[in-house]
């Protein structure tokens, strides 16, 4: 009978991990990041939209410059540079930014279509 509550509770505990980790990488307007882009949850994440504003196209890729309140992680000035073929598609025609392990470490950057 121990046992078996103890296998009980290692199922349930894998499968509100997995719940998490599904709602964990939504966008804001729905579609998901990947997961190996995204630690957190929509309110604590590494992964969210940042302004139009901070994307310049350039040659070879994109360069990101980020302002504190660009991004939930950005205490600090950040300009990035980042090559076109890291890019990954954006769903709904914003960039998005995933900084991990922290501020200074862009993991995973999301163009629109537009800036393919």
Not at 59 to 73: F, I, K, M, N, S
Not at 83 to 90: F, G, I, N, V
Request: aromatic fraction near 10%; charge should be neutral.
């Amino acid at each position: 009978m121990r046992n078996a509550m103890i296998a009980m509770i290692a199922v349930m505990s894998t499968m509100f991990a997995y719940v998490s980790c599904a709602n964990a990488h939504d966008a804001q307007s729905g579609w998901k990041y990947e997961p190996y882009c995204c630690n957190g949850n929509n309110h604590t994440g590494d992964c969210q939209m940042i302004p139009t504003k901070s994307v310049r196209i350039v040659q070879g890729g994109y360069q990101v410059t980020l302002a504190p309140g660009d991004h939930r992680l950005v205490t600090r000035s950040h300009v990035f540079k980042l090559p076109q073929q890291t890019a990954r598609r954006s769903q709904d025609s914003e960039y998005h930014l995933c900084l991990f392990p922290d501020e200074n470490t862009p993991r995973c950057f999301y163009a629109p279509d537009m800036g393919f």
